[in-house]
């Protein structure tokens, strides 16, 4: 656990000590590091590929070990030349330090005691997290392409490239530790340092202290339990949205170079997210050296910006806005009471700051906020469009509604005496921890085993650490959910693991009530990888668990969609062995591991 | 300089943000009230006329009701509610209460409110569920129309399943003694013994356990000095607790769950 921590630390270190040889700053220094990364992995499986050598990972961790202790030799030195230089030790400036301290301690209640109280290491409720772990298991035996659906087909779309999944696995590389146990810590990492972005963005635009650290907590409290996750799950479009956050704060410091590094991050990380993020960017970038910019130009963009937010509603009153042909997206186009009560759930009636905001920032003449309200609307009115997906964007939206709430809160504490500031400051705190429980809760509801709240169980972790150490040439046959988990915690292959294609979906189907083991043994046989280079004749693992059964009671047309998935683990049932003990009868099916959760057969 | 004394405009931002924060907490607890709790992957669910409690395959296991439970004046017995009007999660204070509980304690806390009436007049029952290793501790509070010397705590409990005491006695009633749950009795190697539908059980058990039809012991219910009493034909299974004669009456109930 110890080791886990440590290797999560290096998800950001590592980057940040290779940028670090180029640029002092921690933001700039962490993008050119990623940045740098992307391209050594390339090199280095180009440079393998070509002369044939068979040791990408070893390479990678050399490589990365090496960066690390010459970056660290140079700051070394660098701090001892200017000891020298200017003969006398300075004294440490702490700057954020305390404030730090402070959301430290905030978050790891939060998270710790709140969020993930039934959840220990490594256990997890972040479903997205397994395919970020496949794919960078798969880099990390070198096998690297920008798409990311030709590494693995558990990916079925390029919406961004693997930069994610390369950074992922530097601390796999290094540590040659599963990733499990490490993003269990990255978790929390990433959500403290959602709330240290929220604050320093909230440093530059109301530059009062105490409504900054009132953005961080709001920040910390306001959980989009739906598609967005900004805060509570380290995945590709919660990073971008967060190291946006940091790109602006910094912004006004920022170069032409390095507003261009940031873009080409921001963009490989995610395509869709990416645009919409340097429009931001630029935005904020290019609007304060305009000169034409006045404050009432700028209601006139908060006017129309709220125009297009109230069309954006409209919009769901008229006509059908499924674009998408692809089934599951149906499933992700909200109706707006839906959203409505999605809004209730995050935010309670909180949400009426921002209204007192919006007012607020009308009236003044800061240019910052006003930018941030107008930014504030449009993505609100994106995330908010009658279209399939779009709720994505509300991880954005997140940051810069946080600011317009508090800007609206700061309206009714304006005029209160410090002690009573400090007695309605706690109260709206402790209102928000309320609602913040009551919504986390609706998340764990349907992810329950045993006492803990769980989208994986021990005995599925054990199942796949026995697959990876023993198994490393089959492949996985289960329930889309099981397989999906085995997969990342095996490193061994499965056909499209979660996103298991129809026609494995259909042949898994018909084998339901199957009472014939060699009809079964040869249906399973026809399972192929959809990548050519995976569909090598292997040894077959048809993994049996409580999910498998359950699985197979969906109806049918759950089964084949990707959307219905057995969120938590199952144990077996009595019922469920009766199936076993048949299958283990037969010369077709050889048992060669089980648990209370999961057997599992080779296929003979 | 900031004015130590509160102007008007302070006296409204303060009220205002009471009223924002109160209206939260409100709108959390209308919108996501808490009908049910998990309690080691079975769901322990409130719905409008009882509590009860699914296996993780979704078998009943046992549930309760204010229209099950029995108060006693003198040796008459009446319903506790026999008309329920309504049952809520037990309002936004109580609500409150439980998260708080949650979040301080990590308790797994279920509350269950019920307004009825009865022959004796109105009548409310309120329950409260809390759950710690293994034992479900449900507290009955109870107000009623007239004075009460005895609380009956009724059980519905599964079909087919068998009643036991520590002495391994197994308990039927003789007027429906099921064949199927005689031979599990015997299987299971306890002593079969008949009582009447009023009948109680021996004085000198100190604990009840139920088994399923499988031969699966499911709850085990220490008793103090509370009486026994078994309706085989509806399943009921009654434990009568006393308590000091008055209106209003609180009655503790330990279930340990074995799943």
Redesign the interface.
Known sequence: MFIDLLASLSFYIIPFLTGRLFVKKIVRAWIIGALIWFILYFLVAGISWVLKVNAFSEIIRLLALIISAVSIGKIVFEKVREVFKERKIKRPNLGYLPIFSLLFLFTSFVYF??FY??TPYPLSMNWDMYEHITLSDLILKGNLSFLTTRITDTFTLNSYSPIFSILLSLPKAVFERSLLGIYWWLGYWHYFLTAIASFLIAERVFRNRTLSVMTAIFSSLIFESVVAYTSLFLIPQTLVALLSMFVFWEIREQGKWMILFSSILIILMHYVLGPLTLFCIFTLYLLPKATFLTPKLLNVAIFFSTIVLLASLGAHFIGNWQTLSVEEASHFNFSIAQKW?LL??W????G??GIIGYFRILKNKDYTSKIILVFALILLAISLAPLSYFLKFYVLAHYFITLVLVSGLS????????V?KIV?LS??T??????F???Q??YKYPL????YSTQVSYGEIEAGKWIGENEKNAMIISDPSLQYILEATSGVNSQGGVYMDEKTRQILSSISYSMDTSYIRNKLLNIKDLLPSEQKNKKTLFVVGGRYFAWQTLPQNEKMSSFYNIW?P??L??ENETYVDFLSKSTQFKVVYRNSEVVIFEVI | M??????T??IL??L???A??????????L??P?RSI?I??NKLEASKYAVALFD??GSLIFSLSPQNDFFYDGNARFHIEDSLSRSTDGGVLRQ?YG?LE??IF?RNILNWNTLGSNSRGRSTEDYRFNYSSNNLEVTRTIALGSEANDIGQVLTICSGCLVVDNKDRAYFNGDFVNQDNVNLASRLKFAPLIVGENQAFPSDISKIFIFDR?GNLKLEIPLSNEEVFLQDRWHLLEIKAPVDRAKNATVKENIYIHF
Not at chain 1, 347 to 350: C, R, S, V
Not at chain 1, 448 to 451: C, E, Q, R, T
Not at chain 2, 2 to 7: A, M, T, Y
Not at chain 2, 20 to 29: C, D, M, R
């Open positions: 005691f709140i109280r039934n009560n209730n759930d935010y309670g009636f909180l009426i700051f309206v009714l504490i304006l005029n209160l005496p410090k009573l309605s109260f709206i402790f209102c928000l921890l309320i609602v429980y009551k919504n809760l609706g329950h085993f045993d006492n938590s199952q144990k049932t009595d | 900031e004015s130590s004394s509160i102007s405009k302070g931002s303060l205002v943000l009471l924002i924060g109160l209206l939260s907490l409100a709108i959390v607890y919108r996501l808490t998990f080691d992957g993780k395959s409150l998260s949650g979040i990590n499988f």
